[in-house]
C-alpha cells in the first residue's frame, strides 16, 4: 500500500481529516492529493477573505441553521463544538476573535492565516501534502483497499480513502464535482444539486439582451443567469445599496409564502444578496428550477404599522415629493425604488395609498440566480442516509468516508458551512485512522 489513508481534496474538510488521520496514535501513513497547486483555494475567499471559521452556539441553537439532515451532523458537532475548534487554532499559533452573531475569525481577519494554521498542523502530525496532483477515478478492491488513479498517469493504493472534494461552487477554487461521481461509482446515490447562498437577480435588474454574447456553462439549471451579465439602467441604480431592518418574503405563484426573514439585504452586481437574501435564495433557487413563478415582497418598515405611516405622512403632506422620500428612505435607494414604483406618484406629488403600499410590500418578481460560478454553498450531494453519521464511513462501501460539502448537508451564512466541513472532516479522519 502506498499509504493508509488517502484523504483526496485539500479544503477544510480535506485538511481537518488529514489532521485527524495523522494525528491518531497509530501514525497512519496519510497522503492529500489536492489538484490546485495549493491547498485550501475556497478558504481564501470565504468571509470576502476574512473567514468566518465558526459560529459561537450551543447545538441547540446551532442546529436550526442547518438546512437539511440536521440530525445527521449532531455526532461530527459533538466531536468538535465551536469551542473545541477555536482551541485547535489557538493551540495551534493563529489567534481567533469573536464578533456581533457569534462569528468566530482569525484576528489577523485574513483567510491565508487558517489555511496556512490547517497545513502546518496537518503536516506536523505527519500528513503529505501533494498539491497540483489530480484525481481520474477511483476503485475499491477486496478485501479491503482502494486504488487511486491521478490525472498524471500514476496509481495510489490505500486501506481508508477519505473522499472530500466539496460541491460545485466557485469552481475555480477546484471544486468541480468530481466527488459526485467518484461516490456514485462506488455505489452511493446523489441527491440532486443546486446553488444556496447565491445572488437573487430581481426581473429587469439584468441587461439580458446580451445573453448571447454570454454562453451559460453546459447543464446550467433553469433560472442560472450567469453574475457576468451586465446590469440594466434600473439595476446599475440599485447596484451598491444596502437596507437595514427590513423584512423580505418569497412566495410562489401569487400568494403561496414560502419563507420569510428579517434582517438586512444588499444590491449588488449579482442581485440580492446580503444576509436574509442568502437565507432566502435556497428555497427561491429551489422553486425557480421547478418552474414556479417566484416573487419577493420587501416590507421596508416592518416596525410600523400601515395605519402609523398614514398618520406619519399626513404631517408631511406639505413637503415636496423629494424631500419627503428622503425622510423615509435611504437616499441612494430613492432612485431605483422610485422607477420600480411609478405609482407613488399622482403628477408631481406623492400618492400617499401608493406609497404607503410600496414600502410595506415592494413587490419584485424573481427572474432568476447566480449558479455555482459564485454561490457560496452547493445543496444536494451524496445522500447522508448511506453515510454513518458517528464515523462518517460509507453504509455503502466499507473503508470509504465522506465529508464536508460533497454531502447532502447545507447550512445558512455565518461560520455554520466551514465549521460542518471541519467537524465531519475531522471525525471522518478519526475514525478511518482508529479503523486501522
Known sequence: MDADVIVIGGGAAGLMAAYGAASGNTNPKVLVLEKMPRPGRKIMISGKGRCNFTNVKSW??????????????????????????????????LETVVER??????????????????????????????????????????????CVYCTDGSELTCRKLIIATGGLSYPATGSTGDGYNWAEDLGHSVRSCFPSLTALVPEGYKDLSTGSALRLPQGSQKGHIDREMPLSAWGKSLCGCSIKNVEAAIYSGKSDLIQSEFGDLDFTDGGIEGPIGFKLSRNCVKGLINGNRIHMVIDLKPAVTEEELASRLKTMADLPAKVLLQKLLPAELIPGFTESNPKIFKGKNIDTAALIKALKGWDLDIAGFVGYERCVVTAGGVDTDEILQKTMESRICPGLYLCGEVMDVDCDTGGYNLHCAFATGLLAGQSAAKAI
Not at 64 to 91: C, D, V, W, Y
Not at 125 to 141: D, E, N
Open 101 to 146: 452573531g457569534d462569528r468566530a475569525y482569525p484576528a489577523t481577519y485574513k483567510a491565508s492565516d487558517i489555511v496556512d494554521t490547517l497545513v502546518k498542523a496537518a503536516s506536523k502530525a505527519g500528513a503529505s501534502i501533494l498539491s497540483g496532483k489530480g484525481v481520474r477515478r477511483v476503485t475499491a478492491f477486496e478485501p479491503d483497499g482502494f
Open 60 to 93: 441547540n441553537d446551532f442546529a436550526p441553521h442547518i438546512r437539511t439532515n440536521q440530525g445527521f451532523m449532531r455526532a461530527s458537532f459533538k466531536n468538535l463544538t465551536p469551542e473545541k475548534l477555536i482551541f485547535f487554532f489557538n493551540e495551534n499559533g
